[in-house]
């Protein structure tokens, strides 16, 4: 890890880096997006149907059950690591489809049109 940033803080070291944001889908993206983030890697499990306009946004689905009721909507399913897949062969498929997004092929949120109104802003400090 070459270095830790707070919410949205403009991200300059290059490498590995982690930011603090909250777990919820809608912030922590706008956070990642406002540091200079260029391609989203989104993890979900219950099936996010979430897309991030500013940059392209690919969800790995976290099981083959929910990819499978989801297709449209998901871009990589990591399920098939457990069920017949490697771990090499599965990082292989997910860097190939970021070099993808970034060359400015879209992703399925992107193709669906989503991303309009999901960049929400984490009000820090006590809120009434």
């Given amino acids: ?69 989801m297709t449209e909507n998901m871009d990589i399913n990591r399920g098939d690591i457990v069920e017949r897949m490697s771990i090499e062969d599965k990082s292989r498929e997910i860097f190939d489809l970021i070099i993808q997004a970034a060359s400015g092929a879209p992703t399925k949120s992107e193709a669906l049109g989503y991303g309009d109104n999901e960049f929400v802003l984490w009000q820090i400090g006590a809120t009434m």
């Fill in 1 to 69: 890890m070459t270095a830790v940033y707070e919410y949205a803080e403009k991200v300059t070291k290059k490498g590995f880096v982690f930011m603090n944001t909250p777990g919820f889908d809608l912030v922590s993206p706008t956070g990642q997006v406002a540091g200079g983030v260029n391609v989203l890697i989104f993890t979900t499990g219950r099936g996010s149907a979430y897309g991030c306009k500013p940059v392209p946004s690919i969800k790995l689905a976290t099981n083959s059950d929910m990819y499978a009721r």
